[in-house]
């Protein structure tokens, strides 16, 4: 793929920090892709894409899901933080033409879900460990990605879990029912 536009793209809507932050993630999605037989180039696009949305305007995601035809659910409307992705895939789509795999990769980046593509988890684990990230356990982290997909994911899920429900706040229930398959699986 051609990231040329998507760099530029970016460029224009991200502050400093969060574009290096997707500089970085898709770097990690990039090894992480060598590493678990994922597509090096896909994962890559999908790391600068992932967070093109991630400083719009609450008033403008909301008017972006309204113009798209998108309910949000109580729990997505009290969860800003997760309108980026959501946004972003149908961004991706309707701007750039991108292919399923990269968009569902960028859509479940925040919350996971059931039955998570190889390219989905790949996203999923590159935003946690980037080299930009520092947040308590991050090397731990940095670690199980290099034994496994799922054993990163199920650590990375017990992070998000335990950080929401800490500030008493909803959890997305793609994120539970993903967990839920990731324990249930480790402990057949």
């Given at each position: 793929?051609n990231?040329?536009?998507?760099?530029?793209?970016?460029?224009?809507?991200?502050?400093?920090?969060?574009?290096?932050?997707?500089?970085?993630?898709?770097?990690?999605?990039?090894e992480?892709?060598e590493?678990?037989?994922?597509?090096?180039?896909?994962?890559?696009?999908?790391g600068?894409?992932?967070?093109?949305?991630?400083?719009?305007?609450?008033?403008?995601?909301?008017?972006f899901?309204?113009?798209?035809?998108?309910?949000?659910?109580?729990?997505?409307?009290?969860?800003p933080?997760?309108?980026?992705?959501?946004?972003?895939?149908?961004?991706?789509?309707e701007?750039?033409?991108?292919?399923?795999?990269?968009?569902?990769?960028?859509?479940?980046?925040?919350?996971?879900?059931?039955q998570?593509?190889?390219?989905?988890?790949?996203?999923?684990i590159?935003?946690?460990?980037?080299a930009?990230?520092?947040?308590?356990?991050?090397?731990d982290?940095?670690?199980?990605?290099k034994?496994?997909?799922?054993?990163?994911?199920?650590?990375?899920?017990?992070?998000?879990?335990?950080?929401?429900?800490?500030?008493?706040?909803?959890?997305?229930?793609?994120?539970?029912?993903?967990?839920?398959?990731?324990?249930?699986?480790?402990?057949?």
């Amino acid at each position: 793929m051609n990231n040329t536009e998507l760099l530029k793209d970016i460029r224009a809507r991200l502050s400093d920090h969060r574009y290096e932050h997707s500089l970085q993630v898709a770097k990690s999605a990039a090894e992480l892709a060598e590493r678990y037989g994922g597509d090096r180039d896909l994962l890559y696009t999908a790391g600068l894409a992932h967070d093109v949305l991630k400083e719009q305007p609450k008033d403008e995601a909301l008017a972006f899901f309204a113009a798209h035809g998108v309910q949000l659910t109580p729990v997505e409307r009290s969860a800003p933080k997760l309108w980026h992705a959501m946004a972003g895939a149908i961004y991706l789509k309707e701007t750039y033409g991108f292919p399923e795999e990269l968009l569902t990769a960028v859509r479940y980046h925040t919350t996971g879900r059931e039955q998570m593509t190889l390219s989905e988890k790949i996203l999923f684990i590159a935003d946690f460990i980037s080299a930009d990230r520092d947040y308590p356990g991050v090397e731990d982290m940095r670690e199980r990605a290099k034994v496994s997909l799922e054993y990163a994911m199920e650590e990375g899920l017990r992070f998000t879990i335990y950080e929401l429900s800490e500030k008493c706040r909803p959890i997305h229930p793609d994120t539970v029912a993903c967990y839920n398959e990731i324990v249930t699986a480790k402990n057949r």
